[in-house]
């Protein structure tokens, strides 16, 4: 068998976490393969509405195995909080839960270090989630990081305290000083005595004996293309690779293992924390959507910049993730909006391209209007009630980018989901 990939094509926050909840009854075993914390994938279905960070998507599905995957990193203080929250909620978290040996661990001080690096840079800062992804990863790239397996060691404590006066050296030097720092020295510790009582596993192991014995596996990805560490917008991006190859690396998949590739696009876009964001709207169009569209931050609360699709962007991403089927969520946003503006190129020295320009900063798009439609789609329950002019929205982003859109989600629960 072939592991499919469920990714975001955009800035993150496409509805990642809704369309895996939706298609884990397919699968035998969910893997989270990169980021962290950073990320918040919401669910909705029966009255429960959570968002999980760390925790992969397909948690509250029955038969499911969820796998937080060796390129994760993970911080034990929020995931001992989604595990508490979804045991509250009664699932049996322990019985479906595995982490990886060689997920890296966030340390107390990697987010302080975070919160350090970002007001050294001042107005060039990133618009971090804070949540220590950079420096976490930085650490496991200059080889000192320390991983989930290693706290079984017998000098785990050593290490610890050596990696953590190296922190404590750069914050000096950075003049910053985080006065909880020991409070959350405390809560990371007993968070990490929480944790072993779940499974850690070789999970690039697990998922190649499953896939040899027939089972199904889905790729969780999280934040987005355009957030990627090589591809994005650097260096407003996340410290991961976010793209199709993140999963081969992040979870031990060889590169013909990649089965299905599912893209996850809204039909706008939505950017949170700094850097560029061409097709950005300001004025009225750009609140209308954050209010319509609920844009706000699931884990950090802040307002999501919006603006129109980007199909010099979505092109990009298609190609570097080898994107096999497309998804397209928040349609029902658009409702009432009496065009909808598309970027189709951008405008250079040269002319016209539809190639994603090197510096986004300066990069003027093309938009096309289209018209819009009226309907309220949230109670649709079939493709064919769609309005006419979503189809014909629809069938002019597939042929522009050249895959097809399998799925169109039309409101956050689970049932809001059509299929064509
Ligand atoms: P993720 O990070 O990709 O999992 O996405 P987030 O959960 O951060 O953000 C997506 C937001 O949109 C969440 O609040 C979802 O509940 C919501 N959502 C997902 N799909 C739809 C949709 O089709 N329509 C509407 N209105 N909301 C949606
Ligand atoms: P999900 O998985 C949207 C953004 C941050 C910031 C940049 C770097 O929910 O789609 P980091 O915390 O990684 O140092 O932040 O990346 N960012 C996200 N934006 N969705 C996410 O995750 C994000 N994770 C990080 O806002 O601009
Ligand atoms: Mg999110």
Request: net charge negative.
């Amino acid at each position: 068998m072939k592991a499919d990939v469920l990714l975001g094509l955009q800035w993150g926050d496409e509805g990642k976490g809704k369309i895996v909840d939706v298609i884990t009854p397919e699968y035998d075993i969910i893997a989270r393969f990169q980021g962290g914390p950073n990320a918040g994938h919401s669910l909705a279905f029966e009255n429960t509405k959570i968002v999980l960070n760390t925790i992969p998507s397909g948690i509250f599905r029955e038969n499911a195995q969820n796998i937080i995957g060796n390129g994760v990193v993970i911080d034990p203080i929020t995931l001992q909080k989604e595990i508490t929250k979804l045991l509250e909620l009664g699932v049996p978290v322990a019985d479906r839960l595995y982490i990886s040996r060689k997920a890296h661990l966030i340390m107390p001080t990697h987010p302080v270090l975070d919160a350090a690096y970002e007001r050294a840079k001042g107005d060039n800062k990133i618009g971090s989630t804070l949540r220590g992804i950079g420096p976490t990863y930085a650490d496991k790239i200059g080889r000192s990081g320390m991983r989930v397996g290693d706290l079984m060691s017998a000098n785990f404590k050593d290490t610890y305290k050596q990696i953590k006066e190296k922190h404590l050296q750069t914050l000096r030097l950075l003049n910053y000083d985080d006065p909880e720092l020991e409070l959350k020295e405390a809560r990371w510790f007993e968070a990490v005595a929480f944790l072993s009582a779940y499974k850690t596993v070789d999970s690039e192991l697990m998922i190649n004996q499953a896939l040899k014995a027939g089972k199904k596996v889905l790729a969780e990805g999280a934040q987005g293309t355009l957030l990627d560490i090589d591809f994005g917008s650097y260096p407003f991006v996340t410290s991961s690779n976010t793209i199709t190859a993140g999963a081969c690396t992040g979870l031990g998949l060889a590169p013909q293992r990649i089965g299905e590739v599912y893209g996850i696009f809204k039909a706008y876009c939505t950017r949170v924390g700094s850097g560029p964001f061409p097709t950005e709207l300001h004025g009225e169009a750009g609140e209308e959507l954050r209010k319509l569209g609920h844009e706000f931050g699931a884990t950090t609360g802040r307002p999501r910049r919006c603006g129109w699709i980007d199909l010099p962007a979505l092109k990009y991403a298609i190609m570097l993730n080898g994107a096999t089927a497309l998804i397209m969520t928040k349609s029902d946003v658009l409702s009432g909006f009496s065009e909808i503006g598309v970027c189709t190129h951008y405008e250079t020295a040269e002319g016209l391209t539809d190639i994603l320009p090197f510096d986004l900063a300066d990069a003027k798009p093309l938009i096309k209007m289209l018209p819009g439609w009226k309907q309220d789609l949230t109670g649709m329950s079939s493709a064919d009630q769609l309005p006419a002019e979503l189809k014909d929205y629809i069938a002019f982003l597939e042929a522009q980018l050249e895959v097809p859109i399998k799925v169109v989600s039309v409101g956050p629960d689970r049932s809001q989901t059509l299929f064509r």
